[in-house]
């Protein structure tokens, strides 16, 4: 039986990845250091999980100007980084992506349970969240997100803390993701998964998700199937996964 959807934030429940980047530019710039991601580079370093483990990533193989600096100043980078990212967040408004509100709010009603697991850190989640839902009524029972699990995406920690929280077996949910290191993730964990492409997983292989889609959908706004299973309309609504979710229970 479905109990519960386990969503990942970034690219996911919205396009916020170009935000982090320009969030990491920011930073950089208030500490005076002469890096500059561009949208290129950041698809490249978006292989690498996680802010602090992708920044070091880049230091690591691009050894560029500054980088003696790096290590005294990871922990100022990244905390520069964070608050920046907020304030683009909250100044953009930052929308939810087609259908998440729709899905979430269908959930809800149907008490069907909700969690998040993301590699992005808790304030991240917390200021989306904060924009998009009324004070006081943000839907997730369970967040599990950065730093709380041992090991980034692609290893299943996140998603088993998820699962953890909600106190179900995997068997029992469906995780949304949109990158190729958060399949494998959710696969990890024993989760079967629904893949929505983003802005910034245009060329993943989407490959051990049920459905691949461009976005779940509207009505009137149908998305793009991709692969796997098909929706009716175009659009994934919650009658259509617990379809799914009853028949592969076979
Ligand atoms: C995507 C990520 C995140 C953000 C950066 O996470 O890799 O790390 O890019 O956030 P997901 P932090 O798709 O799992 O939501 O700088 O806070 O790590
Ligand atoms: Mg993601």
New binding site residues.
């Given amino acids: 039986m479905l109990r519960a959807l386990i969503f ?5 429940l919205a396009e916020t ?1 170009d935000l ?1 980047r320009q969030a990491f530019n920011r930073a950089f710039a208030e500490l005076g250091l002469p890096w500059h991601w561009d949208a290129a580079l950041y698809a490249d370093l ?1 292989t690498v ?4 483990e ?1 920044l070091a990533h880049y230091i690591d193989t691009q050894q560029p100007a500054g980088a003696e600096a790096f290590h005294a100043l990871a922990p100022e980078i ?1 905390a520069r ?2 608050a920046a990212y907020g304030a683009l967040v909250a100044e953009s408004r930052l929308p939810l992506r087609p259908g998440i509100a729709r899905l979430i709010a269908e959930a809800r009603a149907a008490g069907i349970r909700l969690a998040v697991a ?4 808790r304030p ?1 989640v917390d200021r989306l969240l904060a924009i998009n839902f009324p004070p006081g009524d943000a839907p997730f029972d369970v967040i599990a997100a ?1 730093d709380e699990a041992d090991r980034k ?1 692609p290893a299943p920690d996140v998603f088993l803390l998820a699962l953890a929280g909600l106190d179900i077996a995997a068997s029992e949910a469906v995780a949304v993701e ?2 190729a290191a ?1 399949i494998s993730s959710a696969r990890a964990a024993g989760l079967p998964v629904l893949a929505t492409r983003s802005r910034y997983t245009g060329s993943h292989k989407l490959d051990g998700a049920f459905s691949a889609v461009s976005d779940l959908g509207e009505p009137g706004q149908p998305h793009q199937h991709i692969g796997g299973v098909e929706w009716p309309g175009g659009v994934v609504d919650l009658a259509g996964l617990m379809r799914w979710h009853e028949a592969s229970d076979d």
């Fill in positions: 990942d934030v970034d690219g996911t990845e982090h978006l999980m996680g802010g602090k992708r990244h980084k964070t993301t590699t992005t850190s991240n950065g995406k949109d990158s958060g």
